[in-house]
């Protein structure tokens, strides 16, 4: 993802990436690993986390996004605690983004190539 773009989210939400830096506690070292198509769905999700994760356990770690990344085809994050909620978000954004292409943004559907 362009660096503008992650910068947004980041100042947008800087409470969820507190550990950006650490390796052993998150893997976004190296920024979002997907393009700038799903942009629009990422921000969509983090929208949506952010009365869901406000509802967890406050004894337990805070809530962090750990990674964002595309495989197989498909949207992926990983963050540092979940509940059901939060899980079901997560999925819905994900297929969100099989059905939108991660360049571009427009609809689009997953190619199998195998």
Same mark, same amino acid.
């Given at each position: 993802?362009? *660096?503008?773009?992650?910068?947004? &989210?980041?100042?947008? %939400? !800087? @409470? %969820?990436?507190?550990?950006? #830096?650490?390796?052993? +506690? ?8 997907? =393009? /700038?198509? %799903?942009?629009? &769905?990422? %921000? /969509? ?12 356990? *406050?004894?337990? !770690? ?7 990344? =595309? ?14 909620? $939060? @899980?079901?978000? $997560?999925?819905?954004?994900?297929? +969100? ?5 991660? $360049?571009? #943004? ?9």
């Amino acid at each position: 993802m362009s *660096p503008e773009k992650e910068r947004a &989210i980041f100042e947008r %939400w !800087p @409470h %969820w990436f507190t550990s950006k #830096g650490d390796v052993s +506690r998150s893997l976004l070292s190296r920024g979002f690993c997907c =393009e /700038d198509g %799903w942009y629009g &769905i990422i %921000w /969509d999700l983090f929208l949506s986390l952010e009365p869901l994760s406000a509802g967890l356990d *406050p004894t337990g !770690p805070a809530f962090e996004v750990v990674q964002v990344k =595309e495989k197989f085809g498909g949207l992926r994050v990983g963050v540092s605690q979940m509940d059901d909620a $939060i @899980h079901l978000a $997560i999925a819905s954004a994900r297929e +969100r983004s099989v059905k939108t292409c991660e $360049i571009c #943004g427009n609809p689009g559907s997953l190619n199998e190539i195998w």
